[in-house]
C-alpha cells in the first residue's frame, strides 16, 4: 500500500489499522513463531542493556554540559553503527547546545520514528552523578528521564536485528541533546526532528512510563508568559493618593489573583507563576530564571515583573487562556499603574487523535499477548511536555513507553531493572507489528468490503 503522505494529519494509515482493531476483533490472537523468536531474542538482552545503562548514565550529560552529551551521544552512535545505521550529528552551537543524534537504517516500507534524549537536569556541579544498582533497583541521574528510554530503543532495534526482522521497516532513531532545557529558537533546535516527522509515518516515544499499563497519547503544551507591571513611584505616605496611587505590587497581586479566580478549575490547563520580583528597582535576568530587587518599605514600589508557564491540551485551549489573561491585564487597572504582558512559544500541545489511539491499541494488544496486559491512555494533565509534541501534528504518536521508574528530576531518581527486558521485548514487538503495515492494510480493506 502506498501511504498518502499529502493527506498528512489525515493520518490514513492509522485509520485503517483503527479499523483493524476495532471492527476485525483481534488481529494478533497469539504470538507467530516469528514473534516468539523475536521475544526470545530480547529477553535475553537484560544485562546487557543494564550495563550499557550504567555506562552512559556515569557520564554527566546536563543540558549544558555540551561535551558531556557529546560523549553519551557517541557511545550510542558506535551502538547504532554496529545495526548499520546511517548515523549524523547535528550540531547546535548555534543555539548554545551541544546537538543531536540522528540514525537511519534506510529501510522500506512505514517509516517509524523513535524519540530519546541524551541530556538530564542534573548539571556537572550537582551532587548526583552515580548509578548505584541494588539487586533491581538502580538510581542514578538520568536513570529513567531517559537514559533508560534510549536503551529500550536500542536492544529493541537490536532484538529485531537479531531476528532478521529490522530490514522490513524503515527506522529514524532521534536522540535530542536538549529535551530538559531546549535551545532557542525552536524553529532551530527542533528543526531536524520536524523534518525526519514529515517523512515517517508512526512516532514511538520512549520517555520512562509512569506504569506498565499505561502509555501518552496525549501530552500538555508548554509556553511562557511575561507579565510586567509599572506603578508611580514616590513616598509610602503617599499611597492611594490621587497622585501616586497603587503602586507596582498591589496592581500586579490585582492581576494574579483575577488570573486565579477567571481560569482555576478548566481541565488540562494550568498557568504558574514560578517568579516574582517587585520593588523600586528590578534586575530581571529571564534567560536564567533569576534576578534581583530592591526595595523599601517607606517607598511605593515602581516595578513587579512575573514570569510564568501556561500548560495547555491545545492550541485552540492556548489561544483561549492567553486572551482571558490579555484582558484581566488590560481591563481595569488600578489607579496611575500600567502592565503588559507577553507570551513566548515553547513546547507545542499533543492532542488525543483517533491515530494516536490506534498505535496504543497495537501496544496494548502486543501487551497482551506478551502476558503483561492491556494499556490504557494515561492522563495527560499528569505529564509534561515532551519532544514528541513537536511530531505530533505530522504522524500518529504515542509516548511514555520507555522504563518504568520514579522520581525523575530528583535525587533519589530510579529504574526497575526487572521491568527493563519486558519494555524491551514489548517495544520490539510493537515495532514488528508496525512494521507489517501492508498485512494490516489488507485486513482493513476486508473489513471495508464487508
Known sequence: MQLDKSKAPLKRFMV??????????????????????????????KEPAIALLE?????????????????????????LKALEFKTSWHDMSAVNRAGHLFADNGGKGVCQLLIGHLDTVFEADSTFQKFERQGDRAVGPGVSDMKGGDVVILFALKALKLAGLLDQGRYIVALIGDEEKSGAPKSVSRSHLVDAAKTCDVGLGFEYAT??????????????????????????????????????????????????EAMVGEAYLSFNPGLILGGTNVDHQAALNRGEAFGKSNVVAQRVIVQGGLRTLSREQESAARAKMLEIVSKNPRHKTSATITFTDGYPPMAPTSGNEAVLAILSQASQDLGYGPVSAYDP?????????????????????????RGAHGLEEEIDLATLPMLIERAALLMYRISQHSELAKEANLVLQR
Open 55 to 79: 555506562r552512559v548514565v556515569n557520564i554527566n550529560s546536563g543540558t549544558m554540559n555540551h561535551l558531556g552529551v557529546k560523549q553519551v551521544a557517541d557511545i550510542f552512535e558506535v551502538e
Open 16 to 45: 485503517l489499522v483503527s479499523i483493524v482493531f476495532f471492527c476485525s476483533g483481534q488481529v494478533f490472537a497469539d504470538l507467530t513463531p516469528v514473534e516468539s523468536r523475536l521475544v526470545e531474542i530480547a529477553k535475553a538482552q
Open 381 to 405: 494533565g499528569k505529564r509534561g511536555a515532551a519532544d514528541i509534541s513537536f511530531v505530533a501534528g505530522y504522524l500518529d504518536a504515542i509516548d511514555g513507553i520507555g522504563i518504568e521508574g
Open 211 to 260: 506504569n506498565l499499563s499505561s502509555a501518552t497519547i496525549a501530552r500538555r503544551g508548554s509556553s511562557g508568559w511575561l507579565l510586567e507591571v509599572s506603578g508611580e513611584r514616590a513616598h509610602s505616605s503617599l499611597i492611594f493618593s490621587e497622585s501616586v496611587g497603587s503602586g507596582a505590587i498591589f496592581e500586579a497581586a490585582r492581576i494574579l489573583h483575577q488570573f486565579h
